[in-house]
Nanobody, 121 residues
Framework: QVQLVESGGGLVQAGGSLRLSCAASGSIYSINDMGWYRQAPGKQRELVAT???????NYADSVKGRFTISRDNAKNTVYLQMNSLKPEDPAVYYC???????????????WGQGTLVTVSS
């Protein structure tokens, strides 16, 4: 089994910062892309940012310039530094990773359980 465990969510004032972490554990041979998604009440889950194993990044337009995704491949961990948080950013933030459990297996698309981010005005 492979698990993704997020941490770092919480309540912050508008304009403030939070750093989310997501650590993958279990039977892991390699991890390809990792990413963060978010889902606000009544809305569909949306992409926030992704990062390849080589460090190439992609961001939603709504977070460009404010959020930074990074990863530590040695720790199988991905981070999301969120700065200048806005009232439209609150959501449950989910970590995602494409994980291979052995050299011969296919990549599995694994999700974390989510961490809540709340922004007060």
């Amino acid at each position: 089994q492979v698990q993704l465990v997020e941490s770092g969510g919480g309540l912050v004032q508008a304009g403030g910062s939070l750093r989310l972490s997501c650590a993958a554990s279990g039977s892991i041979y390699s991890i390809n892309d990792m990413g963060w998604y978010r889902q606000a009440p009544g809305k569909q889950r949306e992409l926030v940012a992704t990062i390849t194993s080589g460090g190439l990044t992609n961001y939603a337009d709504s977070v460009k310039g404010r959020f930074t995704i990074s990863r530590d491949n040695a720790k199988n961990t991905v981070y999301l530094q969120m700065n200048s948080l806005k009232p439209e950013d609150p959501a449950v933030y989910y970590c995602n990773a494409d994980v291979r459990r052995s050299w011969s297996s296919r990549y599995l698309h694994v999700w974390g359980q989510g961490t809540l981010v709340t922004v007060s005005s």
